[in-house]
């Protein structure tokens, strides 16, 4: 069963994010900050994050850069999730390498099918 | 209809008419519709040249001379039929130069040569007085016939006191006409379009009145023409007095006054002021060169048919000199006589009019004022003065000339006839002849032959003309005009150097103009002209050609020490450097003879500063060695102060540019900032807006799609989108708050409260919540009561929210907060602190920046707790409502705790007497 990431400071949207990911079948760890995603991530590598960009501490982007400078996590599907609606941080995010963007609010159907469809192709 | 009251006032009417005139003419030139645009009244004025004179004494020199009068009148229509070549070139230079006198015109031609102008003066206004003098007795002659007629006039001068002599009353009327009319401003090119209107009209009255004379005496006394001639023909004796052969002095008395009126008609003060001061047109020359002899035939038409009648008819007064008036006063008519007697007067008076203001500028200008500005006692340099020490001469130059004249008059006047006076003022004025002419066509004509050869000749005509009237006239024993001073009689006055035979003023003439045009020629040839009069005869000769001159000009003899000073007096050490930036080393002691492209450069480096005018006075000045005359100094003064002022006043406005473009770039910088505050504001509404909307519209679906899920977590999902909803409605209205605070909108309804009853309330507030989160909540208020003036609904919100945030950021296993209330100086600070972390020294402002967020590391046990996140924006709010109340807010070091301590400040209420407002 595939293992899904959710990082997000917020409480109710990772419990949200828990939900929709359970329900759709995959296994969820949860971070509420950069540094323990990272951490998550070398516990025990998932097979997809949903990375919040802002995050305390370090930022989504600065976790997104260094899973991506890694060798292993190099080729890790990420979608990052953000509040900030701004097509620069858009750019940024998939010219850092995420697979996908999602703005906040979003629809819960249309990223549960996102997350499958990164799952099947990495497959 | 004779007496005198009826002529007096008709006199004074004539007169108050002329000053409506030349009041209006003046008007007009003011508004720039100019009533003297025009070659006829160019050619009128020109007629000034006919005064008392020729309207009264044509028909008294015709009588007893025959046709030799006329050639008084051919002198000036040959000078009108050159005039397109020589009055045009000296209107021209006049124009040019802005000369304003015919002194002033010599002077500039000899090098602006100051002593040549007062010379010029001197003598015009020695021998123009008896002109003006011949005028006076005009009037009060034509006066006393017309009053006394038939009897004969009153006029034993000499034996009445001047208060009783009517030509007194009348020069001081006139003195005073003339200030009134000629000086009523100060105007740099001395025209007087008024003026010139004025005289004008008068030429149309005088010719009106003359040829009114003339058609009655020939048609009325007589039956035409015909009839008179022959009458006279009966009468041999008659035929001689009007023959040919009657001119004095024969074919020399012919050419001799020939030559007296022409030159005369260009060189007598006021013809100069008609003729070229006064021309506003070079135009107008060509029609006046035919349209003024014609004015001229038709005042002599009937010159010869009166005297002829004069003498036929035995007329109530034997006077030649008054048989115009005489003739239709015998026929017992009453309005033609007053009519003649107006023309008269117009004619006297415009002579008297244009000669004085002439004179007046010559007096003031070449005499007066030099001597002035010479004189360092009185200070003139400084500008405000000047100007009116101007008219002020002019007035009292005024009237002491018609004084003079009324003087001569009163002396002299008996003993001579009206044209032998003339001819005397004639005969001085073509003194100037020479000096004027010869230096208009030879460019080698020097300022010391021009002096010479003017001092020379007009000492010979006082000894040929002045001084024998003098003796005439019982001043002087006349022996010396029989045999000559000291017996010598070769000095005779009337035969100098034994010449007989010829009239007095072409003998007169003879000697004067041979000594001055010989001293003239003689001394120039063998004289050096100054580099200035070099330049000026050159200006003057070549005036037609104005572009063989310039480059001969500046040949300069002055030092470049001397021109460096001159230009940075007035344009400072910087500019003098970049004009003299090839003279390295040039100091005030260099005594190099400085070049003529310098010259010229400093000329247009001062020029830029001076206006042009001035810069060339100024150099013209240095380069000549000599002070400057008086229009001179007046421009300069004029452009230097009008240039320090102007400076003065750029200087001001770029120092207030300057201020303004900085102010206007500050508050676009301002502009700016607020414009990035204001996305970056809009940016984080969004994403704080976004975070609450996300977990609702999650969870609502999630709802939505999940018809099978558990009844727990369905409740629990209802839970987190109520809660989320509510935090949204609550950032709403912070946002709300903010916005208001920020523009000034947001109301507060101050009142005086009691901030302990106050603080204790909101305590309470908080006390069940904070209880539930663990936190221990102290309160130490060490006043009983501590008024001020505030919002108590927002006041509460404050300590409501730093109770709140003290919460949420104390210790995470032992949370404590402490209020503390304390009395401070005229104020009380409620300070709330905490035992967390602190804030760092470095942070302490940033903390009430909107959506500010304090990062807490390892969060996660307050989390667990479900303390709420904050918006970012209680603390702005709290801190524009403490501000709106005239009170601070601010972060400082925890004194009890350890932690973030929040300070409010609120100035106490003003002692009150009524009862303190109850806290809510």
Redesign the interface.
């Known amino acids: 069963m595939a293992k899904v990431l959710v990082v997000d400071d ?4 990772v ?3 828990e ?2 990911m359970q ?1 759709a079948g995959f296994d969820v760890v949860t971070a ?2 950069g540094e323990s995603a990272l951490a998550r991530v070398e516990e025990s590598p998932p097979d997809l994050i949903l990375l919040d960009i ?1 995050l ?2 370090i930022s989504g982007f600065d976790v997104l850069e260094q899973l991506r400078n890694d060798p292993n996590h190099a080729r890790l599907p990420i979608i990052m999730l953000t ?4 097509e620069v941080e858009r750019e940024k995010g998939l010219a850092l390498g995420a697979d996908d963007y999602v ?7 249309a990223l549960v099918e996102k997350v499958k469809a990164l799952l099947v192709e990495d497959a | 209809m004779r007496t005198d009251a009826i002529v007096i006032s008709v006199a004074f009417g004539y007169l108050a008419l002329l000053f409506v005139i030349a009041a209006w003419g003046d008007r007009r030139a003011e508004q720039g519709r100019s009533l003297i645009g025009s070659p006829t009244v160019y050619a009128l004025s020109i007629a000034v040249y006919c005064t008392a004179w020729t309207f009264y004494g044509s028909v008294g020199r015709a009588a007893q001379y025959g046709p030799g009068f006329l050639l008084i009148y051919l002198g000036p229509t040959l000078a009108m039929l050159m005039a397109p070549f020589m009055i045009r070139k000296m209107v021209r230079i006049a124009q040019v130069q802005r000369i304003t006198s015919i002194a002033d015109f010599i002077s500039a031609r000899y090098g602006k040569s100051q002593g040549l102008g007062a010379l010029v003066a001197l003598i015009a206004l020695i021998g123009i007085t008896p002109y003006i003098a011949l005028q006076l007795k005009a009037i009060t002659v034509s006066h006393a016939v017309l009053v006394n007629y038939p009897l004969a006039p009153e006029l034993s001068l000499a034996e009445e006191a001047f208060w009783v002599d009517k030509s007194f009353w009348v020069a001081l009327v006139l003195a005073v006409f003339i200030i009134l009319f000629g000086t009523r401003h100060l105007d740099a090119s001395e025209r007087h379009e008024g003026m010139v209107a004025a005289i004008a009209f008068e030429s149309m009255v005088k010719l009106v009145a003359f040829l009114a004379v003339g058609v009655f005496v020939v048609f009325s006394l007589f039956h035409g023409p015909g009839d008179l001639f022959t009458q006279v023909a009966a009468s041999p004796e008659l035929v001689g007095a009007l023959s040919l052969e009657a001119v004095p002095g024969g074919a020399s008395g012919w050419v001799g006054m020939l030559v007296l009126a022409f030159l005369a008609f260009l060189t007598l003060p006021r013809q100069f002021q008609v003729l070229v001061v006064e021309n506003v047109d070079e135009r107008h020359i060509t029609r006046a060169s035919w349209l003024f002899p014609l004015y001229l035939l038709a005042i002599n038409l009937f010159v010869i048919p009166i005297a002829m009648a004069g003498l036929l008819l035995p007329a109530g007064n034997p006077d030649p000199d008054s048989f115009v008036l005489t003739l239709p006063l015998s026929a017992g008519l009453d309005g033609l006589p007053l009519l003649v007697f107006i023309g008269g007067l117009s004619a006297a008076t415009g002579m008297v009019i244009v000669e004085t203001i002439a004179l007046s500028t010559m007096v003031s200008n070449q005499l007066v004022m030099p001597l002035l500005l010479r004189s360092k006692r009185l200070h003139l340099s400084s500008q405000g003065g000047l100007a009116g020490w101007l008219l002020g001469i002019r007035r009292v130059a005024i009237v002491l000339i018609l004084l003079l004249g009324y003087l001569y008059h009163a002396l002299i006047g008996d003993s001579y006839s009206l044209v032998t006076i003339g001819l005397v003022s004639f005969a001085a004025a073509c003194q100037f002849a020479p000096a004027m002419l010869i230096g208009l066509y030879w460019r080698g004509a020097t300022g010391r032959g021009a002096a010479l050869g003017l001092i020379a000749g007009t000492l010979v005509w006082a000894w040929t003309l002045l001084i024998p009237g003098f003796a005439q006239s019982g001043w002087l024993n006349d022996a010396f005009l029989e045999y000559g001073p000291w017996g010598l009689s070769w000095l005779r006055p009337y035969a100098l150097f034994g010449l007989e035979g010829w009239d007095i003023y072409s003998h007169s003439l003879l000697w004067s103009l041979m000594a001055n045009v010989g001293l003239l020629v003689g001394i120039s040839l063998f004289s050096r002209q100054s580099p200035v009069e070099k330049t000026q005869a050159a200006l003057f000769t070549e005036a037609m050609h104005p572009g063989l001159i310039e480059s001969s000009l500046w040949h300069g003899q002055t030092t470049r020490g001397e021109l460096r000073t001159l230009v940075t007096r007035y344009l400072g050490a910087g500019a003098t450097a970049r004009v003299f930036a090839d003279v390295p080393n040039a100091g005030p002691d260099d005594d190099w003879p400085a070049p003529p492209d310098l010259i010229t450069r400093a000329e247009q480096a001062l020029a830029g500063a001076l206006g042009s005018a001035s810069s060339r006075v100024l150099i013209n000045s240095l380069v000549r060695g000599e002070a400057l005359d008086l229009e001179s100094v007046l421009s300069i003064l004029d452009t230097t102060s009008e240039t320090l002022e102007m400076n003065r006043r750029l200087e001001q406005q770029s120092r207030e540019l300057a201020q303004a473009s900085e102010e206007l770039r500050a508050a676009n910088e301002r502009l700016r900032e607020l414009d990035r505050l204001k996305d970056e504001f809009v ?1 984080m509404v ?3 807006l ?2 609450p ?7 609502a ?2 709802l939505r ?2 018809r099978d899920l558990p009844e727990e ?1 369905r409740i629990h999902f209802l839970d ?1 989108v109520v ?2 909803s509510q935090r949204l409605s609550r950032l709403i209205e912070e946002i709300l708050d903010l916005a208001r605070l920020e523009s000034g909108r947001l109301t507060l309804t101050p009142q005086r409260l009691d901030l302990v009853a106050l603080a204790r309330h909101s305590v309470d507030a908080v006390h069940r919540l904070q209880e539930d989160r663990g936190v221990s909540l102290e309160v130490d208020i060490e006043v009983d009561e501590a008024p001020v003036i505030g919002d108590p609904d927002r006041l509460e919100q404050v300590i409501i929210n730093l109770l709140d945030n003290a919460g949420k950021f104390a210790d995470d296993d032992a949370p404590r907060v402490r209020l503390h209330l304390t009395p401070h100086k005229q104020h009380y600070r409620l300070s709330v602190e905490d035992n967390g972390p602190g804030i760092a020294e470095e942070e302490r402002e940033r903390v009430f920046e909107k959506f500010h967020q304090i ?3 390892g ?2 046990a307050g ?1 667990a707790k479900g303390r709420p ?1 904050g918006s970012g924006l209680g603390l702005p709010i709290s801190r524009g409502i403490v501000a709106h109340l005239g009170g601070r807010l601010w972060v400082e070091e925890a004194p009890k705790l350890k932690g973030a301590c929040l300070v409010m400040e609120l100035p106490a209420a003003p002692a009150e007497t009524a009862a303190s407002a109850s806290p809510p």
């Open positions: 917020e409480p109710n949207i419990l949200s994010l939900f929709l329900q509420d900050d802002s305390p501490g509040a900030h609606g701004r703005t906040k609010p979003f629809s819960t159907q | 940016a969004s994403h704080e976004r975070t909307l996300t977990s609702i519209r999650a969870f679906e999630i799609d999940g977590k987190v809660l989320e990062k807490r590391h969060a996660g989390k996140r």
